[in-house]
């Protein structure tokens, strides 16, 4: 194996976003992270609802959304679909 051909593999201090900072091996001495596995909302459960533009209203007038005893598309059905995203959007 050639020698001096590869990079100086150093500890490294990682600092993220929400204040999380740990210590891992890299190339470099210091890295800055906007999210990290004790704030992404995979990890945490705690994901955010962003109805952005009323795109789910949208989705689901266009669509509907079925729930027993109704049809896609009709008026109970659309309005049982968007209090259902309401709902979840005020429990985030």
């Known amino acids: 194996m050639k020698s001096k051909i590869h990079p100086d593999y150093q500890d490294c201090e990682v600092h993220c976003g929400c204040g999380e900072t740990f210590t891992t091996r890299a190339t470099v001495k ?10 992404h ?3 945490t459960g ?4 962003v ?4 795109r789910v209203d949208k989705f689901f007038k266009k669509y509907g959304k079925k729930k027993a005893g109704t049809e896609a598309g009709t008026e109970a059905g659309t309005e049982a679909a968007t209090e259902a995203a309401t709902e979840a ?3 985030a």
Request: charged share 35%.
């Open 30 to 39: 210091e890295l800055r992270i906007e999210i990290c596995g004790k704030c």
């Open 51 to 54: 109805d952005a533009a009323g």
């Open 46 to 49: 705690k994901q955010r609802f």
């Open 89 to 91: 959007a005020t429990e």
């Open 41 to 43: 909302p995979f990890y």
